[in-house]
């Protein structure tokens, strides 16, 4: 445990990052300067840069200037695929967790070169994120896509995917809502299966008879993607929808 100047307790946890360098190239912090207050909605926070304070709201049509359903996407990167996804959803609203500024500066840079209104960031752990800012039954889609596979053993409990998390996820889908990931990592994404599969409160909406399920058509390849398929790995496509049903499964994390 360490304490802020304000006195407030912080647990020092694992997180699924390493946070890189915030060193930015010239173009990225032109960016970063000119579009940030545009963008980027800014939290309170505990200690880290890139926790956020238990008390922090979020009034998503203040923030997004209108009412539309809600996309979350974890770990955008330099969005790569953010940005075409987002502009082929321009009737949605699409609020992205990303810690590394460079990637941020990146992304706000294509947002500000496309005019796309409907892209909101914010720089903190997702984990927080969907804890602290995100309320219950909130979200209509949640995109997970190649999170860090972390593939040394004794580091598998830095990967996002775990049975709390998955709790919180769910418990922030609204029924029927969908949860979309993908990964080139098998182990990884034997792991995702059994703790989807087994969750009482998801339905995995491809055929089970089928393995996997087929690539996302509307997910662009990314670099990330690209660097998997070039050393050969098997790419992963996992889509689940939240149980319509209100007393299925369990309650989940608490608001």
Same mark, same amino acid.
């Given at each position: ?5 304000? !006195? ?9 990052? *390493? ?8 173009? $990225? ?22 926790? =956020? ?9 203040? /923030? ?6 809600? #996309? ?10 953010? #940005?075409?996804?987002? %502009? ?18 990146? =992304?706000? !840079? ?13 720089? /903190? ?7 602290? *800012?995100?309320?219950? +039954? ?13 593939? &040394?053993? %004794?580091?598998? &409990? ?15 889908? &609204? ?8 990964? +080139?990592?098998?182990?990884?994404? !034997?792991?995702?299966? *059994? ?5 009482? $409160?998801?339905?995995?909406?491809? +055929? ?6 087929? %690539? ?12 998997? =398929?070039? /050393?050969?790995? @098997? ?7 939240? /149980? ?9 994390? @608490?608001?």
């Amino acid at each position: 445990m360490t304490s802020t100047a304000g !006195g407030e307790r912080v647990r020092s946890e694992v997180v699924s990052f *390493v946070r890189r360098s915030t060193r930015m190239r010239s173009n $990225q912090r032109r960016a970063w300067d000119r579009y940030h207050s545009e963008f980027v909605i800014e939290v309170p926070r505990l200690e880290t840069s890139t926790s =956020i304070h238990p008390s922090a709201r979020l009034d998503l049509t203040e /923030a997004f200037g209108r009412e539309a359903p809600l #996309i979350v996407e974890i770990g955008p990167g330099s969005g790569e695929s953010l #940005i075409p996804m987002a %502009r082929a959803r321009a009737d949605d609203n699409v609020l992205a967790f990303e810690v590394y500024q460079p990637a941020i500066a990146r =992304i706000l !840079g294509a947002l500000g070169r496309e005019q796309l209104g409907n892209v909101r960031l914010i720089e /903190a752990d997702a984990v927080a994120g969907l804890r602290h *800012v995100l309320v219950a +039954d909130s979200v209509d889609e949640l995109w997970t896509f190649f999170p860090d596979p972390w593939p &040394k053993v %004794r580091h598998h &409990k830095r990967r996002l995917l775990s049975p709390d998390f998955v709790d919180l996820a769910v418990s922030r889908l &609204k029924p029927g809502g969908r949860w979309r990931l993908a990964t +080139d990592w098998e182990d990884y994404a !034997g792991r995702m299966r *059994v703790l989807l599969d087994d969750h009482p $409160q998801l339905v995995n909406d491809h +055929d089970h008879d089928q393995e996997w399920g087929p %690539r996302w058509s509307d997910r662009p390849v990314s670099r990330f993607e690209a660097r998997g =398929i070039e /050393a050969g790995r @098997q790419i992963f496509d996992l889509s689940y929808s939240r /149980a319509r049903c209100p007393n299925s499964g369990a309650a989940g994390h @608490q608001l």
